[in-house]
């Protein structure tokens, strides 16, 4: 039986019991950090089972927005596209089994993210092309931004949290 969650609520009740009475009022750093830290550990026992699903929701709009991105590239750029596709490729592969992990996931995200940007910013392409495929990479990432925004609600960021979707919509 795993544990996390009531781990990560031990420590949070251990800061605010034992240490929060310690800290000095007069440091205004401690008294800002400690209760972010709170704050994030509370968080933090909301979300830690749904790290895996969400990291397999952003790997697929990475891959989206790769893929969206491979069918805008001219056909000279040989080595944008063969290295997007081969990015393309192993993420997909890696969303789609059932048994990669959660690291797994996240790297391949990543993988992905920096290859996306890397071929935006190539600069042996046409300065059109590269602005049209930032405005794409732009425009297609308003559902991963959408999501994240729902993610990270509870910190009270948005000023009309009604507006945003549940995160189980997207996952």
């Known amino acids: 039986m795993d544990h996390s969650r009531n781990t990560l609520g031990a420590l949070r009740k251990s800061l ?70 081969k990015y393309i490729d192993a993420g997909r592969t890696a969303r789609e089994s059932a048994s990669t992990g959660t690291t797994e996931l996240m790297q391949w995200g990543a993988a992905l993210a920096t290859t996306v940007s890397t071929v935006v910013q190539d600069e042996s392409l046409p300065d059109d092309v590269r602005r049209a495929l930032g405005r794409w990479v732009v425009e297609s990432s308003r559902p991963l931004l959408a999501f994240q925004r729902s993610w990270y609600a509870p910190f009270g960021f948005e000023a009309d949290r009604g507006r945003l979707r549940s995160i189980d919509e997207y996952l």
């Open 16 to 85: 605010l019991d034992a240490v929060a009475p310690a800290v000095d009022q007069s440091d205004p750093l401690a008294a800002e950090q400690l209760p972010l830290v709170v704050d994030y550990l509370e968080f933090l026992c909301t979300r830690i089972y749904r790290i895996h699903e969400r990291s397999r929701f952003e790997l697929g709009e990475y891959l989206r927005m790769a893929e969206g991105l491979l069918a805008r590239l001219p056909r000279s750029a040989t080595a944008a596209t063969g290295t997007l596709a």
